[in-house]
């Protein structure tokens, strides 16, 4: 009897899958609504490194129409690095520059995209929009107004990538370029290079239609 229970348990688990597989087949790329989980590596200065590199993992939502669509994601780098930033001596008028040390990135990015030359399970796609990066820990953590100024920063963003579709989910791979502030503690100003970049490989699933469907 428990090996009866045991195969109707395992047969009715392996139909909700092929259910699944064969709903999430029948789904366009358009008008579509797309969790997805990502990793990767992002190349990232410092005022002590130049072409430093990090792993990178994050979550993504993105929402397409026929021609276009909205992005959505927020991403943590892990990086242990030394930022710089100038102080001053409360006992006098003179100023220091003082270190500190750098850990983990984290980011928020919002795009608008477009999605060209489209097939039936290829989806190139490239988009622009602003992100919102910050220093997960500053250590020694010291409450200055010049920290968290360099702490925390808005910069564009660009993205491109192509999407291929299978089953049950998509896989995509894509990267990304964004320029930097020259006040921002992941920045370098004896470096030619002000941009932060990143690739990042993961997997998308379609949890439905962006569009509400008259009934």
Do not use: C
Not at 37 to 54: D, E, Q
Not at 85 to 95: A, G, K, L, Y
Not at 102 to 116: D, E, Q, S, V, W
Not at 194 to 203: I, K, Y
């Amino acid at each position: 009897m428990r090996l009866l229970r045991v195969l109707a348990v395992a047969t009715g688990f392996a139909a909700v899958l092929s259910q699944s597989s064969a709903a999430q087949d029948a789904r366009q790329f358009k008008d579509a609504w797309f969790w997805g989980v990502k990793g990767g590596g992002l190349l990232y200065s410092s005022v002590t490194t130049t072409g430093g590199g990090a792993p990178l993992v994050g979550a993504e939502w993105l929402i397409t129409r026929t021609n276009g669509g909205l992005y959505l994601s927020f991403d943590q780098a892990f990086l242990t690095t030394t930022g710089r930033f100038t102080d001053r001596d409360p006992d006098s008028v003179s100023s220091f520059v003082r270190n500190v040390t750098l850990k983990n990135l984290r980011r928020f990015t919002m795009a608008g995209m477009i999605f060209p030359a489209q097939t039936r399970n290829l989806h190139p796609y490239a988009g622009a929009g602003l992100a919102f990066n910050q220093i997960g820990g500053v250590d020694p953590l010291i409450a200055r107004d010049s920290i968290m100024a360099k702490k925390a920063t808005f910069s564009p963003i660009f993205i491109a990538g192509i999407q291929a579709r299978f089953k049950p989910m998509s896989l995509f791979v894509q990267g990304t370029a964004s320029p930097i502030q020259k006040t921002f503690f992941l920045s370098n100003s004896t470096s030619s290079r002000s941009v932060n970049l990143s690739l990042e490989l993961g997997a998308r699933y379609n949890v439905g239609s962006s569009i509400d469907h008259a009934r």
